[in-house]
T-cell receptor
Framework: DGGITQSPKYLFRKEGQNVTLSCEQN?????MYWYRQDPGQGLRLIYY???????QKGDIAEGYSVSREKKESFPLTVTSAQKNPTAFYLC?????????????FGPGTRLTVT | AQSVSQHNHHVILSEAASLELGCNYS??????LFWYVQYPGQHLQLLLK??????LVKGIKGFEAEFIKSKFSFNLRKPSVQWSDTAEYFC????????????FGQGTELSVKP
């Protein structure tokens, strides 16, 4: 089945540790995105990538890093510099279209840092 | 700055009641608008979208939304809600030339009482 997979579903880390969240898509989409979801704040864009080997910061990139070495994969690293890392992280992808972009979302990873 | 705002944080309705969730956006130029839904424990999924053409857009599960350019609004409606519509609803917008960056509203939690 085509879709977006994120792993793991739940992740627990100690404060001060870096952690990498996985996102893989087999939709042959060019663009991929990482969002953070917090209660009452909707989804906020962390990083996005329109093409392999290129990515841009979103609205809340501080304390995060990404790579885009393959079209199918867009891993997100939450570094120890991120002050409030506990959140629900959603990955999305979209095909580029002159009519606009519809994004498809993965199931999310809930990260808890203590 | 570009933004999307949703008027209600939590809406409680009885089954068969009519629903209208407000969404306003602040964007210049051509805008693409979306409503996404997140059912408990499920992926964020697309309800409907507006790119161009008829401003009244019909989506899945009997939902519709009307794009009113003069009011910068894209309200979501359903004539008769069901218990299974209990979910969180997100309005989102993007503009051409923005690399597909979606700006989300804060979300509206809908609870439908049986």
């Amino acid at each position: 089945d085509g879709g977006i997979t994120q792993s793991p579903k739940y992740l627990f880390r100690k404060e001060g540790q870096n952690v990498t969240l996985s996102c893989e898509q087999n939709l042959n989409h060019d663009a991929m995105y990482w969002y953070r979801q917090d209660p009452g704040q909707g989804l906020r864009l962390i990083y996005y990538s329109q093409i392999v080997n290129d990515f841009q910061k979103g609205d809340i990139a501080e304390g995060y890093s990404v790579s885009r070495e393959k079209k199918e994969s867009f891993p997100l690293t939450v570094t120890s510099a991120q002050k409030n890392p506990t959140a629900f992280y959603l990955c999305a992808s979209s095909t580029r279209s002159t009519a606009g972009y519809e994004q498809y979302f993965g199931p999310g990873t809930r990260l808890t840092v203590t | 700055a570009q933004s999307v705002s949703q008027h209600n944080h939590h809406v409680i309705l009885s089954e068969a009641a009519s629903l209208e969730l407000g969404c306003n956006y602040s964007y210049g130029g051509t805008v693409n608008l979306f409503w996404y839904v997140q059912y408990p424990g499920q992926h964020l999924q697309l309800l409907l979208k507006y790119f161009s053409g008829d401003p009244l857009v019909k989506g899945i599960k009997g939902f519709e939304a009307e794009f009113i350019k003069s009011k910068f609004s894209f309200n979501l409606r359903k004539p008769s809600v069901q218990w299974s519509d209990t979910a969180e609803y997100f309005c989102a917008a993007t503009a051409l030339g923005q690399g597909g960056k979606l700006i989300f509203g804060q979300g509206t939690e809908l609870s439908v009482k049986p």
